[in-house]
């Protein structure tokens, strides 16, 4: 059965993480997508080991369910055979900076000229109308400005970066749930529209949804910062055999905990009897928890929870989440074979519909590997095609 998104062409002009992670989540859900690259192709190419130049690990992970066509858009037939294939898209997606679509010609402005109900989503670091528009931006930049950085040292030794691309993950979301809502507005009306996606702004609303606290009111009543989250006690705690993550959060849930942690004298204890005490009172709880979860074994701390609805996990390493049971029930790691770099390994897809599920229907494409087939699809004629090709406008993989 074809995925929900069946039937929709999106144009991926994007580049790194951001818009490669939002594209191939697009991509799974069964939309066609139409990778366009520089000759020397998206830099995620060359990241990490591989097997064969420019189709490294992270370019595998997210490029999948594309198809790669390489155009120079700097010369002005690479730009004409990009707005070829523009009349055949329902969406363009991008994350260069304004000026830079600009300078090529490949504004919204100029896109609808030729299909006026294009969808046009632009992905960037600042939002165009604000003072930092012309900044560049990455995924450490952001988690800085956005005072994510800020929060991660509140609970350590100075500000530091999340250890994955948080920014750009979280802002690739934002670009799928946003093109979405552009393409159901052109289903519904025949529209198309200009969609901004700044990752600043949309990190600050992530970040700021808990931690604008006692500023929610005007006057404030009280600063900044979810206590619970940023109290440096928050982690993993040691059992005696290892780890676990234990989070009672339900007063029954605490007063069960605390009976099989051997401090019945704390079941109906005021400072936590309800959630909001707990809060106010969070530094010294996490204290408690971590010092009476090494009285059990990590096991024995699951078997109780488990029987009690306590929430609690085992600690995985990265290496650890390939002998998952439950990962492995769902066949979230699956070995396949790829067309030119041999065996490899595919994450599963998260999300899952009864009716229209999404595959993994091509594995990451070679750097041009169809660039041919992509401009016949687009009306070229094979003399022009050859013509490309000679010029090195256009390059097949």
């Not at 069946?6 to 997508?33: E, K, N, Q, Y």
């Not at 830099?43 to 595998?60: A, E, Q, S, T, Y």
């Not at 691309?165 to 289903?187: F, M, N, P, R």
Request: proline letters at 7%; charged letters at 20%.
């Amino acid at each position: 059965m074809p995925g929900p998104l069946h039937g929709l062409r999106i144009l991926d002009l994007t580049s790194v993480v951001l818009g490669p992670f939002a594209t191939m989540t697009l991509g799974d859900l069964g939309a066609d997508i139409v990778k366009i690259e520089a000759p020397e192709g998206d830099m995620l190419r060359g990241i990490g080991p591989g097997r064969n130049p420019g189709m490294g690990p992270m370019h595998l992970a997210y490029n999948r369910n594309k198809r790669s066509i390489v155009l120079d858009l700097k010369q002005p037939d690479g730009r004409d055979a990009l707005l070829k294939l523009v009349e055949g898209a329902d969406a363009v997606l991008h994350n260069m900076r304004p000026q830079a679509m600009a300078a090529l010609r490949l504004t919204y402005d100029d896109l609808r000229a030729v299909k006026p109900d294009i969808v046009y989503c632009g992905a960037y670091g600042y939002g165009a109308k604000g003072p930092y528009a012309s900044r560049p931006a990455f995924d450490d930049v952001i988690q800085s400005v956005s005072g994510l950085s800020h929060l991660m040292g509140l609970t350590g030794d100075g500000p530091r970066y999340a250890p994955t691309v948080l920014a750009d993950k979280t802002s690739g979301l934002t670009l799928v749930y946003a093109t979405l809502a552009g393409l159901i507005h052109k289903l519904r009306t025949g529209e198309g529209q200009f969609i901004e996606v700044p990752m600043f702004e949309t990190m600050v609303a992530f970040t700021m949804s808990e931690h604008l606290w006692g500023r929610s009111f005007v006057p404030p009543l009280g600063g900044t910062g979810y206590d619970r989250v940023l109290a440096p006690e928050r982690r993993p705690n040691r059992t005696s055999d290892g780890w676990v993550a234990l989070m009672p959060y339900s007063t029954e849930n605490w007063d069960d905990f605390f009976r099989f942690a051997g401090r019945e004298d704390l079941v109906g204890e005021p400072r936590f009897a309800t959630i909001g005490s707990r809060t106010e009172h969070i530094r010294e709880l996490y204290a408690i928890k971590a010092d009476v979860s090494q009285r059990h074994t990590t096991q024995e701390w699951l078997d109780y929870c488990a029987a009690h609805s306590i929430p609690a996990a085992q600690v995985n390493t990265l290496d650890d989440l390939f002998d998952d049971p439950h990962l492995k029930a769902v066949d979230f790691f699956h070995p396949v074979e790829h067309p030119s770099e041999g065996p490899i390994l595919n994450l599963g897809i998260p999300v899952r519909f009864t009716a229209s599920p999404g595959d993994v229907r091509r594995q990451a494409p070679r750097l041009g590997e169809h660039s041919q087939a992509l401009l016949r699809e687009a009306g070229l004629s094979e003399e022009e095609i050859a013509g490309l090709l000679a010029r090195r406008v256009a390059i097949q993989g």
